[in-house]
């Protein structure tokens, strides 16, 4: 290929990446353009990228004189405990299906599959029939329960995968140098998983952080609501608190940016580069 | 070290049988290779003694200790992977000493240990690097150093030369075969290649589809196989074999082969007139000779120079043979005289494959 060619190509690689991610941050980046705007300038100015002064009020209001701080409690409750319940089920749940050949296997994966074909629309008002008895409704617990019932099937899919890429002969060799299948799969196993865990603790807590349709319809009172419900709390009959609602979002990405910030150098691939042939 | 016994092991996965009740012995000290085609059980009964496999039936015994309900790490002994299967987030000097770690040796003792097995295998200079950082020879040696600073009761070894290049395995052969003398250890080494079988053992077990088809030296396999399998798998390029009748006459025994050819045997077997048999001859054992010779003219077909000698590929009575001749100056289309001489025949049965008596 000539230079031109070359140097062609590449201003086309990285403008198509440019669009992508244009498009893909724009409306972050109006989220965070309408939080700044004053309320008098929302409708005043016309659209504009950037209004002609910005303030923190809307951050302030919603930090200081709404439920929003409860909000956020309970969605890092719900997200955190539902993140780790399920990595530590689906783990050993993964770890079984990944190296054990036991009765009714085959059973149990197509039961795990089937659970993921149905609208989560269609399960709403059996699950609330159930857990209404039980006092489980209006509460965070029970919505920990329910995460934890849809996500585990998924995540023990995705951590089973992680351990099938895992030689067997690893385990092998650590029971055979004297340790305990226990021990090989906690010493030697389980720090080889480690992006796979990651990617599973994120999984689940982003998808725990933005549910919205089991909380509005398991939560009533806003005591025990979590930021997604709360962000409804800013549309009210009449007028939609746009400014608030939008501070309130950019508020509540904050976690979930921290929690990848935190997990992404686990999430590197090519940490058991070395342990077989190749 | 210890001594290893095997008795009337068998193996199932379901209904499909892989080994149909396999008897061994193997001594104090011995080197014991399990040869044969891939599928023929020699690496399920190598995991079945580590205790990686269930024992469907059977009992295996080391030093006189029923282990069939043990874990692996209660049998004491040390396995050398094919994959080496080297823990990747440990350094060498981790990997080595991982085994001694779980067993709380003190950590001098440690030190002196992997340090002592390091200058033995070369790899002093490897010590803090992790198996990624390694060549494949490289990490085929860690994998042999964590086996021996443990000085376990036995070295079990599957196939772990089998992804070194050809160079390397043959320098690796060498220096597990030094090791073994330098340390007596009771060792089990599985491999499907013949040439590591003859070098290494003391003792060869050639097996095929889950039975064991004979049991003896290197020489003893090599010179009086019991069975066609055996014939053919052992040596190279692999034994000829041709289709005969043998014949009791006045005129002596013999063999007639297609055409009437006639080829006279040594002694009497024990087999019928006219019985059909299979007839062995190794390549190296044919003399080839210039046409005027006594013996079977035939035309080369086919020349293979291997650099020490040469392969002709034959064709003196309907069937292909190979023979090998330290002559490199034959060329394809030459005519030769070949010899069978008698005491080079191996005689088979032709239904069972046996070796005839």
Redesign the interface.
Known sequence: MTRSKRIAGTIAHRSAILVYIVVALFPLYWLLKVSVTPNDLLYSEGVRLWPSHASVDHYLFVLKHSDFPRFFQNSVIVSGSTAFIVTILASCAGYALSRFAFRGKYWIVILMLLTQMFPLVMLIAPIFKMLSPLGLTNSLTGLVIVYVAFNVPFATFLMQSFFDGI?K??E?????????RF?AFSQ?IL??TLPGIAATLGFVFTAAWSELLFALMLISSSGVSTFPVGLLSFVSKFSVDFGQMMAAGVLALIPACLFFLFIQRYLVQG???????G | MASIDIADIRKAYGPVHVLHGIDLSIHDGEFVVLVGPSGCGKSTLLRMI???EDISAGEIRIDGRRVNDL???DRD???V?????????MTVAENMS??LR??RTAKERIAAAISGAATKLGLDALMAR?????S?GQ?QRVAMG?AIV?APKAFLFDEPLS?LDARLREQMRGEIKKLHQSLGATSIYVTHDQIEAMTLADRIVAMNAGLVQQVGSPLDLYDRPANLFVAGFIGSPAMNMFNGTYCANSAGPAIEVQGGTRIPLQRQHQIADGAAITVGIRPEHIPVGATNDAGIRCKVELVEPTGLGTILHIRPFGTTLKAFTLNRDVSGSDAVTIRLPAEWLHLFDAQSGQRLP
């Open positions: 030689p002969d690893l092998e060799a650590a029971m055979i140098d004297g340790a305990t021990r030697i720090p080889l940490l058991t580069a070395g342990a077989v042939k | 580590a205790g990686l874990e692996p790490k002994i040390a396995m992977f094919q994959s080496y299967a080297l823990y990747p987030h991982y085994s779980l067993r992790r198996p990624r950082a390694l494949g990490r964590r443990r992804n």
